[in-house]
């Protein structure tokens, strides 16, 4: 069963960067589309980013265009998400999780996604 595991949060000031990690314990991602998403206090889950198998393939919510960036290393078995120009709206529970029906990036919503790892805490504040 495919296990994620997220890291690299923490506590940073607005404007900063953060770079997320999703790694998988005994088995590969590399056959794997990943999503990232998160989740405030009181908010629903959102997705934030998903990135196809190759990599060739990524789209962002709008929130985060510009600002993040989604990308993979099949040789190191993870997917990280780049966080930068951190704003205090950003603060959330990070997750990655794999779009199990599709194994695309088509829709990125978390009904549609499985093997969440435990999330990341990102807070944003000065």
């Known amino acids: 069963q495919l296990q994620l595991v997220e890291s690299g949060g923490g506590l940073v000031q607005p404007g900063g960067s953060l770079r997320l990690s999703c790694a998988a314990s005994?088995?590969?991602?590399?056959?794997?589309?990943i999503g990232w998403f998160r989740q405030a206090p009181g908010k629903e889950r959102e997705g934030v980013s998903c990135?196809?198998?190759?990599?060739?393939?990524?789209n962002y919510a709008d929130s985060v265009k510009g600002r993040f960036t989604i990308s993979r290393d099949n040789a190191k078995n993870t997917v990280y998400l780049q966080m930068n120009s951190l704003k205090p709206e950003d603060t959330a529970v990070y997750y990655c999780?794999?779009?199990?029906?599709?194994?695309?990036?088509?829709?990125?919503?978390?009904?549609?996604?499985?093997?969440w790892g435990q999330g990341t805490q990102v807070t944003v504040s000065s």
């Open positions: 990135i196809s198998t190759s990599g060739d393939s990524t």
């Open positions: 999780a794999v779009p199990w029906k599709t194994n695309s990036c088509s829709r990125v919503a978390p009904a549609d996604f499985g093997s």
């Open positions: 005994r088995r590969t991602l590399n056959v794997y589309a």
